[in-house]
């Protein structure tokens, strides 16, 4: 009988250790994952801030933004422009979405919450790939097709005309090169993918893309109800110089281009 007893005892201890060491390494495997999700975040951030900086400094020796493209990279965008300014090839790629294989030998591919975009310029010489979008009210010299069209009237032409340079995002976390967002914009249901390319108005959708937050941008949610609370965050860089983790919830609070008027509620 006391043989039996210390018997069950010690099988008892045994399942309760295996428990607590399970627990332990449940713990401990959360940890990891959350450092390494701050720490791809911090190193995001520090690339946010270069190509930021790197802007202005384009614009002090220029005296205007950046421009949609230049003569040694057609229709290369921003890439082209500020390539000598903030030695972009080198900061351009957030480590939460990395270049993934095989990329495409001629045309575009739009990027991923977990996965870098690749632009070929127009003359097929060169590909840019990176995981950052400019504000295009930003771009200095951008015509609009349209005769009248009222959006010419709320591009930024020149640094001055920056009303609210804490509130005025210049770079940012998002799924394709740049984007013109709108205060009407909706956001896109897919935070994994984000809203397609050629898609206007809505272009604020580009940027709600969960890649930073309490889960790994893979895992970033497909299908979010209109007037559910989108979960996830996004790196900023501010006309003012510094940068910021904002909650895709607040991309409204923010002013993206001249006369901006922030919605009350942000569009479902």
Known sequence: MTRNTKRAFTLVELLVTIAIIGILAALLLTAVSSAKLKAQRTHCLSNIKQLTLGSFMYASDNSRHAGIETSAFPGGNWMGTLNEYAKANGILICPSAPLREPTPTSGNLQGLADRAWVRWT?????MFHGSYGYNGWLYSDIQFSEKGDPKQLQV?????????????????????????????????????EGQGLGVSPDQMGRLTIARHGSRSASRAPRDVAPGEKMPGAINMGMADGHTELVKLEDLWKYYWHLKWQPPVTRPQ
């Not at 127009?122 to 060169?126: V, W």
């Not at 509130?167 to 998002?174: A, R, S, W, Y």
């Open 156 to 192: 930024f032409t020149s640094e001055s005309a920056i009303q609210k340079p804490s509130l005025t995002p210049v770079f940012f976390d998002e799924n394709w090169v740049d984007a013109w967002p709108q205060e009407t914009d909706k956001p896109f249901h897919n935070l994994y």
């Open 122 to 126: 127009s003359d097929k010489k060169t």
